[in-house]
């Protein structure tokens, strides 16, 4: 999201998306380059027009570096999702950690990771965790059933429990904790029996991570 100085309000440039829905959004108010970096960063280093930008990912550095070059006294907020500044940055990346002015970190963790090992200043860091949708109670409510058709596309009969987790499933990251539940449901397993339930675990994979989750389930026999 990037502030314009001219004060007439937001605007949002998007590398990926070119649509957006407007009730997060006015529509009249961004621009989408449906994935093409070339076009987005061409236009985006153009523009000078900002006061303020909110980076959404550190990837962006080397464009923020060229607008900083034109016009150095754009205020600059970084978004830290996780991973992606654990390790010590280097190059423009390096750069946009130690030039922004305020970065906003979804975890705790995060925060320390950026002053621990980038040398962040830990008071220019806000911790702000990831939060639901602002309209999930228009999907759900305490009142909803269990959609029929996806209890017959997962086998999951309608007294058993369901334990969620959506993420991206990396064999070179193996961080998120979803090993660490299975390894837990099989100490439920053994210790109530009687338990139903049933564990999703939902995102893209790549095969090795898989393969792994899946030889682990079968070793805990929780398949």
Known sequence: ???????????????????IDARYFPRYAIRGFSASRVKFLWHFVQANHWKHIL?????????IWLINLRKSDTR???MAHGIEVWSKQKGF????????DKIIAVSNYTKS?????????PEKIEVLHNCLDPFFHTYYSSTSTKPKYLLKRYHIQPDEKIILTLARLSYGEKYKGYDQVVRALALLKAEQPALK??????GK???KEYARIF???????VE
Not at 1 to 19: H, I, K, N, Q, R
């Open 1 to 19: 999201s990037l502030y314009p100085a001219s004060g007439s309000g937001w605007e949002a440039w998007s590398v990926y998306d070119s649509f």
């Open 55 to 63: 980076v959404g990912h550190i990837n962006l550095a080397a464009a």
């Open 76 to 78: 600059i907020t970084l």
């Open 93 to 100: 990346k390096k750069w946009l950690l130690q030039r922004a």
């Open 113 to 121: 990771q950026l002053v621990t090992v980038n040398g962040v200043a």
């Open 197 to 202: 339930f049933k564990y999703l675990l939902c």
């Open 205 to 207: 994979y790549d095969e």
């Open 215 to 221: 030889a682990l389930a079968a070793s805990l026999k």
